[in-house]
């Protein structure tokens, strides 16, 4: 029988002491003296044990098996869609699944504006660490957003504009690719983007941080023992771009590799964030990363270079299941709707707390998505609204909002898939009250948020006004000499002072042009003023003051002085 082909014969009733025939049993018996099992029943051999998922130290050093896609090939457009199209969005999915990474290939006019910005971004950091201005030692960051206005634009590296507007564009193809994929329309994500273009006086949510690492990083803690500093992106894409690899993702196998090792001059790493994965119900998983300069050849021959643009959702923005349950998907409990503000004060919590604890490993907790919070448990899942109205039905189960209103037209239970009778609703109580008493400490802590986010707004404007109000009056002032004397930018004049009104929409045109005397501070930059020459007193901000020059002040003396001295 050995290497020959057995006859054939007619088919035999099936009998249950059949027995097998003597080609499978001799396909079978060496497979068996390798993995003997009483479970394999002679014929069908158990797959070997998957092996134990590596320590989190070891990196593969096979090349990247992430998948390419060019970026032309996930564009949407108008039309139905073509083979082309439907493959790359295939592949770019399978990918994230797979590897939790992806490689976007650009070409034409955006290879040539990413390259250029790594180059730029070399040679500015490059001047800015000759000149001492390095935050740490051997790196330097610089972020960029649109819309905000910044004294320095003209001494940011160049092409970052340019660049924000490629890799913006990148990611928002790549969010559209991915909400394809997924069932749901091509704008499902739109909601939780910024505006394109951005509207006037407003900054973008994303932000493009370009990098400069030297390898003087490799003295200190990170030149030995094999440990970095794992990152789990927050907002919904990352796009990274470098003249040398020192990316390593961790794959859903627990396995860390080399994602960029094959990238380009013109490519883009493409990883996911909490905020995607917690839009689309853990169905697109955060991707965990971090990176190995130690080994980086940038690094070792004099420097790398990178460009990280981060897609972030705008803070007043909702995180919803809604569109993936209506595509079909199934959402846990867990995956409430939630406001930006708030996912993103949780997240930064929750790394305060890790970065608290001693000797921190890595664990694969991140496809696990965490506990039921107390806010999820007392809201209601379809819209997010706390259980003010909760009721008890027939099978013990409380609900509320739009759900309550899903099991009565189902007349049946949504958690135990009992029969309920619509007519038997009993108030639950106690649920009602704590469903108050959370929602009350919920809105007191986004006030307090958006409070802190005025707060800083507040104190940016005030320290533009102020170097604006230095520069027209020939003073030099310097971004620390406004950050250290916040008090300043609010009362840039002392009491006593004379100075000079200017006006502003606000000001009574009677004392435009006059001067005054300062008496006293307010609050909020008011001054409490006295008119030189009629004694008038008059309540100013310090917007409308100036300040009176020397040549000013000297001829005011002899007049005060006779005034004083009459007196």
């Keep these: 029988m050995n290497g020959s082909r057995p006859p054939m014969s007619a088919p035999m009733p099936p009998s249950s002491n059949a027995v097998a025939s003597p080609a499978v049993r001799s396909l079978a018996t060496p497979l068996q003296s390798h993995h003997p099992s009483p479970l394999s029943l002679g014929l069908i051999p158990l797959p070997p044990p998957r092996p134990p998922p590596p320590p989190p130290d070891v990196v593969s ?50 290879s040539v504006v990413v390259r250029c910005a790594l180059e730029s971004a070399k040679m500015y950091f490059k001047a800015r660490g000759q000149c001492g201005s390095w935050g740490k030692p051997g790196r330097l960051v610089y972020a960029f957003r649109a819309g905000r206005l910044s004294e320095d634009a003209d001494l940011s590296p160049p092409c970052i504009n340019d660049a924000f507007k490629c890799l913006g564009k990148a990611s928002r193809a790549a969010l559209c690719a991915i909400a394809k994929h997924l069932r749901l329309r091509c704008d499902s ?15 973008s949510s994303s932000v493009l941080v370009a990098a400069y690492s030297q390898a003087s990083l490799q003295n200190g803690k990170g030149s030995s023992g094999g440990k970095y500093a794992n990152e789990v992106e927050k907002g919904l894409l990352t796009l990274i771009a470098s003249d040398s690899p020192a990316i390593q993702v961790y794959d859903p196998n627990g396995r860390w590799y080399l994602a960029d090792s094959d990238l380009g001059p ?89 970065g608290s604890l001693p000797d921190k490993t890595y664990e694969t907790r991140n496809n696990a998505h965490p506990e039921p919070s107390l806010r999820s448990v007392l809201s209601d899942p379809l819209s997010g609204a706390f ?5 008890v039905v027939s099978c013990g189960h409380s609900f ?11 007349a049946r239970c949504t958690l135990c898939n009992a029969d309920i009778e619509t007519g038997s609703l009993i108030p639950n109580l106690a649920l009602r009250a704590a469903a108050t008493a959370v929602k009350h400490e919920d809105d007191k802590r986004l006030f307090h948020n958006a409070a802190l986010r005025k707060r800083r707004k507040e104190v940016g404007d005030q320290i533009d006004a102020f170097k604006r109000l230095s520069k027209e009056n020939g003073e030099m002032t310097t971004d620390g000499d406004c950050l250290r004397q916040q008090k300043g930018v609010q009362y840039p004049f002392a009491v006593n002072e004379k100075v000079l009104i200017k006006g502003n929409r606000r000001t009574p045109d009677k004392f ?43 001829d005011r ?10 007196s």
């Design 61 to 110: 050093t096979e090349h990247s098996p992430v998948a390419r896609v060019r970026l032309g090939d996930i564009m949407p457009y108008d039309g139905a869609p073509d083979g082309v199209y439907v493959r790359a969005v295939e592949a770019l999915s399978g990918s994230l699944m797979r590897h939790n990474a992806a490689v976007i290939e650009l070409s034409g006019e955006d």
């Design 512 to 554: 435009v042009g006059r001067e005054a005397m300062i008496t006293s501070q307010c609050l909020n930059g008011w001054y409490l003023l006295k008119i030189l020459d009629s004694g008038e007193s008059v309540r100013l901000q310090y917007r409308s003051l100036q300040k009176l020059s020397n040549s000013q002040t000297d």
């Design 400 to 410: 509320g909002g739009n759900m309550l209103k899903k099991v009565l037209e189902m």
């Design 266 to 354: 013109g490519d883009l790493l493409l990883l996911t964030g909490k905020a995607l994965s917690h839009a689309t119900a853990g169905l697109r998983p955060a991707a965990s990363f971090r990176t190995a300069f130690e080994n980086s050849p940038g690094i070792i021959n004099g420097g790398r270079a990178s460009l990280t643009f981060r897609l972030m959702p705008q803070s007043n923005a909702v995180l919803d299941c809604s569109p993936i349950a209506a595509a079909g998907h199934v959402i846990p409990q867990s995956y409430q709707p939630i406001s930006v503000s708030r996912f993103m004060d949780d997240l930064s919590a929750d790394e305060d707390v890790m």
């Design 189 to 203: 994500f739109n909601h939780l983007l910024d505006d394109t273009p951005l509207p006037a006086n407003e900054a």
């Design 557 to 566: 003396i002899q007049p005060q002085q006779l005034l004083q001295s009459s």
């Design 387 to 391: 259980l003010e109205d909760a009721v």
